[in-house]
T-cell receptor, first 114, second 113 residues
């Protein structure tokens, strides 16, 4: 079992550009959540997807959007990048029918906006 | 979800028990206490969770006070590899609540030789 995999591991973008980050959930999981972790801070919840729809959203602007595919993998898109979007982006997967269990996290994508 | 309060940092000698406290005085009856840790530059790792009874697994023990307003994560024999940021999280676990975890800033645990 490969666990949660994210790609790419590192990325450098220019202010104003758009970026797409990818996540494959742990085998058997159908729910994907995305988090942003700024340097020195705890992860902040962005949104969650299951059944290919956004089900819950944190306090992030509409520049942050996502998608979930039929195979449960997910993408996080960020438009009009700002310097403040530089962070570690984490993907977590869990089982929809197992809400009282743990979420498994990937190693993250380190995004640097210059 | 209820708010949690943790010390910013703690030290522990290798081989000794590490006791990490968490205050969650506003916890509701249907909220669970979860613990995750994050080793530098890695994704968070689940440790343990509980509702009201004490819990133990291969990684740690979770002691929840009778009034549920605080808890302690115990690493019985800390090793250098346990050096990490430890997050105490309180959340409702239901199919309607999603899986948003409020991590806060956590406790930075340093295990020393």
């Amino acid at each position: 079992d490969a666990g949660v995999t994210q790609s790419p591991t590192h990325l450098i973008k220019t202010r104003g550009q758009q970026v797409t980050l990818r996540c494959s959930p742990k085998s058997g999981h159908d729910t994907v959540s995305w988090y942003q972790q700024a340097l020195g801070q705890g992860p902040q919840f962005i949104f969650q997807y299951y059944e290919e729809e956004e089900r819950q959203r944190g306090n992030f602007p509409d520049r942050f959007s996502g998608h979930q595919f039929p195979n449960y993998s997910s993408e996080l898109n960020v438009n009009a990048l700002l310097l403040g979007d530089s962070a570690l982006y984490l993907c977590a997967s869990s089982g929809r029918r197992e809400m009282n269990t743990e979420a498994f996290f990937g190693q993250g994508t380190r995004l640097t906006v210059v | 979800d209820a708010k949690t309060t943790q010390p910013t940092s703690m030290d522990c000698a290798e081989g000794r028990a590490a006791n990490l406290p968490c205050n969650h005085s506003t916890i509701s009856g249907n909220e669970y206490v979860y613990w995750y840790r994050q080793i530098h530059s890695q994704g968070p790792q689940y440790i343990i969770h509980g509702l009201k009874n004490n819990e133990t697994n291969e990684m740690a023990s979770l002691i929840i006070t009778e009034d549920r307003k605080s808890s302690t994560l115990i690493l019985p024999h800390a090793t250098l590899r346990d050096t990490a940021v430890y997050y105490c999280i309180v959340r409702v676990a239901s199919s309607n609540s999603g899986y948003a975890l409020n991590f806060g800033k956590g406790t930075s645990l340093l295990v020393t030789p």
